[in-house]
Nanobody, 114 residues
Framework: QVQLVESGGGLVQAGGSLRLSCAASGSIGSINAMGWYRQAPGKQRELVAVITKGGSTNYADSVKGRGTISRDNAKNTVYLQMNSLKPEDTAVYYC????????WGQGTQVTVSS
């Protein structure tokens, strides 16, 4: 089992920045990839960014150039740095981990005011 706990969400003005953190615990050695998804009201959950165990990254087109995903293996933590935030970035952001199945955090709200 893997447990994921997010932190770092909040209210920010458009153009501002946030860093989200996701701390993993449990069977973390089995995790092959981690990432962030988001879900805005009335919309489907969508991928934001993912980082593999080997460090390869992938980003949604909507955040390319504004978002950076990174991981600190010593702290078992994955980060999402988001810059130049837009109101359309408003959503609940979920941490995701994958080993033999998907694991999800409880979500953290990010609200970007115009």
């Amino acid at each position: 089992q893997v447990q994921l706990v997010e932190s770092g969400g909040g209210l920010v003005q458009a153009g501002g920045s946030l860093r989200l953190s996701c701390a993993a615990s449990g069977s973390i050695g089995s995790i092959n990839a981690m990432g962030w998804y988001r879900q805005a009201p009335g919309k489907q959950r969508e991928l934001v960014a993912v980082i593999t165990k080997g460090g390869s990254t992938n980003y949604a087109d909507s955040v390319k150039g504004r978002g950076t995903i990174s991981r600190d293996n010593a702290k078992n933590t994955v980060y999402l740095q988001m810059n130049s935030l837009k109101p359309e970035d408003t959503a609940v952001y979920y941490c995701w981990g994958w080993s033999t199945k998907s694991y999800w955090g409880q979500g953290t709200q990010v609200t970007v005011s115009s």
